[in-house]
């Protein structure tokens, strides 16, 4: 289809012009419930690639044999398909980790990010299109879920990937650890996103 | 504290002054009452005066701990209120005195003990999340003070916590002791009426002495700025929790006065929960109000893992604020 972006531009679009969470606000519930630490928000971020870039490579695969009224079955069993791998994955090989995450592995398969690319890319583009999608859709959510643990971590605890970054006379920001932190962390962040993109879109505009 | 009619129209006065794109006749809802009694500064001076017996006793009692924490809350709420309206792109609001406001009350409901970090921390959130964030001045739907407060007290336990109120070494007498409210929920014992009274006992800076909160809290309620309603369904509400729990536990009319007298009940019920702007409209809602705060502070002080509640009383009341407003439209004579 002529009017589809390319690959690259869904590349691109997926880190920062689209970013799943600062531009289309999709995925928060794992925003908002993995983020207090740097290590649960990597392995969350490594989870949802995997499940994102494998669910959009199938569905472009049988994107011919889908029926209209059925789709979104489709797309709920093929991710949960690969949640399932990713969930089992981590408990053979990160049990802590699993632990720590609890039901938010399990809860990818609802995550709205990845229905949305199959919906929007990869029922409709070619295998290479929708998986430089998915790429790019995982950077972004990556990004976005690295940024917000990176404050929430910092502050809540002095620490970063658990390496001790400010004096210990820090006093820790116990808020920022609870759900209130994520919210505001959250909310601050986006603000910031939505300042620099109408900074850019008016020098842009203007020049 | 005062009748939106009345705010509107000179708040739009204040916008048409130094917003360039003000439309040449300004509409405003009727009563135009341009009376410069009612201006926010005007109010916000009223509450100032109306806060200085509390201050006065705060330092009395606690000395360069209660100084400590006024400066420091003062000089970080003043700056952060510049700093932020200055980012807004908004008018300087300095001069309204609603930051001097929400620094002393701030100040008063810090344990003396805090270190300086926790003034800072929360006037910078009291500012910025609790108000300019929303908008500023009269957009905020929670009380600037209390959010900041809230802040640090989740942050911060260990050095807000009731246990952090008491410094056995202290050079001031009052912090030796625990507060009275921390000793009524570990031992379960009330605290003497008559220092409750008077306010030689522990606890955060302004909520010692019940007299000082009661010269304050009258004079607002009859000077106007603050209404009679929200403080009056407040001590209803605690009056009769805490009677039934006096009644039920022998203490022959004692916990009733030291849930009355102690923690920041008085300070919290004529100066927190009053703020204008977070608070109902109507009498009949300020009146809801005051009953609904009444009964979420005895549900903490009797059932809950904090001694006191008033702050969380309060803003959990602020957050209904909208829907009690909503109930409690006055009906247009004649309508059907």
């Known amino acids: ?207 | 504290m005062i009748n939106p009619m009345t705010k509107k129209p000179n708040k739009n006065k204040v916008e048409q002054g130094t917003n360039e794109e003000a439309p040449a006749i300004h509409v405003a809802p009727s009563p135009h009452i341009s009376d410069s009694v009612f201006t926010t500064r005007k109010m916000m001076v009223d509450v100032l005066i109306a806060l200085l017996p509390l201050v006065f006793m705060s330092i009395y009692i606690f000395e360069f701990y209660a100084v400590k924490q006024l400066v420091i809350c003062l000089a970080s709420c003043l700056g952060a209120e510049a700093l932020f309206v200055k980012i807004r792109h908004k008018s300087f609001t300095l001069t309204d005195f609603s930051a001097v406001v929400t620094a002393i009350i701030l100040a008063l409901s810090l344990p003396g003990t805090a270190p300086w970090y926790v003034g800072v921390i929360a006037s910078v959130v009291a500012i910025s999340i609790g108000k300019i964030i929303f908008g500023g001045l009269g957009m905020n739907i929670f009380n600037p003070a209390m959010v900041g407060r809230a802040f640090v007290m989740i942050s911060f336990a260990s050095v807000m916590g009731a246990a952090a109120y008491t410094d056995a070494g202290a050079v001031v007498d009052a912090i030796t002791q625990a507060t009275p409210m921390d000793a009524f929920k570990q031992t379960g014992v009330t605290g003497s009426i008559s220092h409750l009274f008077w306010g030689l006992t522990n606890g955060s800076l302004g909520e010692t002495s019940a007299i000082a909160a009661l010269i304050g809290g009258l004079y607002l309620c009859i000077r106007r700025t603050a209404s009679w309603e929200i403080p009056a369904g407040i001590f209803t509400a605690v009056f009769l929790i805490a009677g039934a729990a006096d009644v039920s536990g022998a203490f022959s009319g004692h916990l009733v006065l030291h849930h009355l007298f102690g923690g920041a009940l008085l300070f919290g019920a004529f100066f927190i929960a009053t703020d204008p702007v977070t608070s109902p409209l109507t009498s009949k809602g300020k009146f809801i109000f005051g009953i609904g705060t009444g009964l979420f502070i005895m549900l903490f002080r009797l059932f809950s893992g904090y001694p006191e509640g008033v702050m969380f009383a309060v803003l959990l009341m602020n957050a209904v604020t909208p829907l009690i407003n909503r109930w409690t439209i006055p009906r247009p004579l004649g309508e059907v």
């Open chain 1, 1 to 207: 289809m002529a009017d589809q972006p390319t690959a690259t531009e869904r590349f691109i679009q997926g880190i920062l012009p689209e970013n799943p969470v600062y531009r289309q606000l999709l995925g928060l519930c794992p925003t908002l419930a993995v983020t207090n630490g740097m290590k649960p928000a990597l392995t969350m971020a490594a989870a949802v690639a995997f499940v994102l870039i494998c669910a959009n490579i199938v569905t472009s695969l049988i994107r011919n044999l889908l029926k209209p009224h059925l789709r979104i079955v489709i797309f709920t069993l093929t991710i949960a398909t690969f949640v399932t791998i990713a969930d089992r994955f981590l408990a053979a090989y990160l049990y802590q980790m699993s632990k720590t995450l609890g039901p938010y592995i399990p809860l990818i398969i609802v995550n709205c990010l990845i229905i949305c690319r199959c919906e929007v890319c990869a029922s409709k583009q070619s295998v290479f299109t929708a998986a430089s999608d998915g790429v790019g859709q995982a950077l972004g959510f990556g990004l976005a879920l690295l940024s917000i643990a990176a404050v929430r971590e910092i502050l809540g605890t002095g620490m970063f990937f658990g390496y001790r970054v400010l004096p210990s006379v820090w006093p820790d920001w116990v808020i920022m650890m609870l759900p209130p932190g994520a919210f505001l962390t959250l909310g601050l962040l986006l603000g910031a996103v939505n300042w620099i993109e109408i900074r850019r879109s008016r020098q842009s505009g203007g020049s």
